[in-house]
């Protein structure tokens, strides 16, 4: 009998709690950002390569840290143009490019000590053993933040505060009450508010959300049934020159387009695509693969929340 349970009062929001979380044994951490953080101090790697095509804020992090940070360049296949020699204390990080890398983690994992992977963008990757690896939740399902990471750091020595989600859910209540577009300026500036989140756990509020309220298995299902949609309408003007995992849930379907309008014409038409990254174009050199797929790469949605209509919907303004 719990005698500190409060009995009575107001109601909370609900919760189904016949679901599971996903990745219930991971180290539970505030964002994935800081996941990748802790498996560095945790290594103490003091230099880290990491891809140039790549989110800046993790670089950002890692310098602020005072860990070296050495960017390398990719080629046509997404993969590592030249494998760096890693000294004792050197990590590298691979992005696991869309969730369509799987087969290149495997290859890395046998020929890279030191090796994180980063599956921000590969929720439903599964991690392979004794290879740190990151997840963010946030980039597949409604929670405002949140990371995860498989590793085998033992948690018993990890002393960190709890996080509280409660000021970062406004973007989330906006889009259902009022709209997507009136929800972003609050996306953006809760994105940039965990800029300077140190590393604390997962708070208990986006914890019941990923425990209790998604059907991880269907939402892996329709994610990979809207992806092979998209790419039998597209790979032969696909110019993406990829191995397309045919059994992924990837974060998105990417596609890449010589026509440099139509990504604002699909924004225009209320298709949201994201760019994969902005400050990508900071970073690289001029006339670069990396310079090509950040122009280039339209991030076409596949997700959960929509049927192979609105895969049709995103075809009608592309073919």
């Known amino acids: 009998m719990d005698e500190k349970k409060v009995i009575g009062g107001y109601f909370g929001l609900e919760f189904d709690t016949r679901s599971n979380e996903y990745y219930s044994n991971l180290i ?45 360049e990719i080629n046509d296949y997404l993969e590592i143009r030249d494998i760096p020699v890693l000294g004792k204390n050197d990590g590298l990080i691979y992005t696991n490019y869309f969730g369509l890398k799987d087969n290149y983690v495997q290859y890395l994992s046998n020929n890279i000590e030191n090796l994180i992977i980063d599956n921000a963008q590969a929720f439903f990757s599964t991690p392979l053993k004794n290879i740190d690896t990151v997840y963010s939740p946030r980039k597949f399902f409604g929670v405002p933040d949140g990371g ?79 992806y092979l949609y998209l790419h039998k309408n597209l790979s032969k003007s696909n110019l993406l020159n990829i191995n397309f995992n045919l059994e992924a849930s990837p974060m998105i379907y990417p596609f890449m387009s010589d026509n440099q309008h139509l990504k604002s014409y699909l924004i225009k038409n209320k298709i949201f695509v994201a760019t994969y990254w902005p400050d990508v174009l900071e970073r690289c050199k001029k006339g670069s693969l990396e310079e090509l797929f950040t122009n280039s790469v339209i991030a076409l949605p596949i997700d959960q929340r929509y049927t192979i209509n609105d895969m049709d919907r995103i075809l009608s303004f592309i073919i």
């Open 148 to 226: 995860y990471l498989c590793s085998n750091i033992q948690q018993s020595k990890i002393k960190l505060q709890q996080d509280t989600s409660i000021d970062r859910f406004s973007h989330l209540l906006k889009r259902i009450d009022l709209s997507p577009e009136l929800g972003y300026e609050d996306f953006i500036i809760n994105d940039k508010s965990l800029d300077n989140e140190p590393i604390k756990k997962l708070s208990l509020l986006t914890e019941k959300i990923l425990s209790s309220n998604i059907d991880y298995i269907n939402v892996k299902r329709i994610r990979n049934n809207n």
């Open 28 to 72: 539970k951490l505030n964002s994935a950002r800081n996941a990748i953080l802790l498996a560095i101090l945790e290594r103490k790697y003091s230099k880290i390569y990491l891809p140039i095509y790549n989110c800046g804020v993790v670089i950002s992090l890692l310098k602020k840290n005072g860990i070296e940070v050495v960017e390398y």
